[in-house]
């Protein structure tokens, strides 16, 4: 008869725990042994099982083959998070030959692959826009352009983005703003677009283009792609409060910028933490239909 049958399913903790009547006459450092062999048995013996679980751990590359790797997954990742936008829309990471590797075009984004990547786009609009943010921006390795929701109705409001969260404080002070001129296919707008983003400097890490979308920048494709994705979210945060109809609660500009402070610290730095556990999902669902 299983002697610890409050446990439920965890009921197998009986084919290692004695009764519990064994317990009476022994001392507090024997039974917290016993509980730790107990637990050894559900518990994962290593951070290896604990991974596989998950799925498998990207494959070690270098150099160009990485960054076209994190490119493929950053676009994957767009389309399983529904941050794409059909075919259009692009991301881009700065090459050690001084080159840019940018999406194909004309493609969906879960079809993006490491091998399909290329150095020059079809579409003009991205090579003007990249061209001009990496222009102004020496530091910047990667950069994410796209037409997100929420990201263009806080860019079709005349007050613009105000962060209201703990995910909002990446962003603050670090806003660029590029007034929309219609398709960006006109060689001369990069300029333009290139001093909105010098005039924040190199703490830059998004360029608002009302009426349009955003550009994220990073010092890695990660970097890059998770500022994306929570500067989506902050966007969300923002017009579903302001929704509501009550007045907004502004945190205070100095608990913002510690925010900001603690997010870019090297324990929450953008990408350092979620950047593996997203390569994994792309494992998982999306490399094997390009093997």
């Given at each position: 008869q299983d002697p610890w049958p409050f446990l439920g399913p965890l009921s197998l903790l009986s084919l290692s725990f004695p009764p519990p009547s064994t317990f009476y006459n022994m001392s507090e450092a024997a039974v917290?042994?016993?509980?730790?062999?107990?637990?050894?048995?559900?518990?994962?013996?290593?951070?290896?099982?604990?991974s596989s679980a998950d799925g498998e751990a990207?494959?070690?590359?270098?150099?160009?083959?990485?960054?076209?790797?994190d490119l493929s997954v950053a676009h994957c990742m767009c389309h399983e998070y529904k941050m794409d936008e059909l075919v259009w829309n692009h991301i881009s990471a700065r090459c050690e030959d001084g080159g840019v590797l940018i999406t194909p075009g004309l493609v969906h984004w879960d079809e993006v692959s490491p091998s399909s990547l290329v150095k020059s786009s079809e579409n003009c609009t991205a090579d003007i826009i990249h061209a001009a943010c990496y222009s102004a921006l020496p530091s910047c390795n990667a950069i994410i352009h796209l037409h997100t929701p929420y990201a263009v109705a806080v860019g079709c409001l005349s007050s613009g983005f105000l962060g209201l969260t703990q995910d909002g404080s990446f962003f603050h002070d670090k806003i660029a703003t590029h007034e929309w001129e219609g398709v960006s296919d006109d060689p001369s707008e990069g300029p333009r677009i290139a001093e909105a983003v010098r005039k924040v400097g190199d703490k830059c890490n998004v360029l608002l283009m009302p009426n349009h979308g955003f550009c994220c920048f990073g010092g890695s494709v990660a970097e890059a792609w998770v500022l994306a994705y929570y500067f989506e979210k902050a966007c969300q945060t923002y017009i579903l409060a302001s929704s509501a109809g009550q007045p907004l609660k502004v945190p205070p500009s100095d608990v913002m910028a510690k925010s900001a402070a603690q997010n870019y610290s090297d324990v929450f730095m953008?990408?350092?933490?979620?950047?593996?556990?997203?390569?994994?999902?792309?494992?998982?669902?999306?490399?094997p239909r390009f093997k």
């Open positions: 917290l042994f016993l509980s730790s062999v107990a637990l050894s048995f559900l518990l994962p013996t290593s951070s290896d099982d604990a990207p494959p070690p590359l270098s150099g160009e083959d990485r960054l076209r790797y953008p990408g350092s933490c979620e950047w593996a556990a997203l390569c994994r999902q792309y494992e998982r669902e999306y490399a």
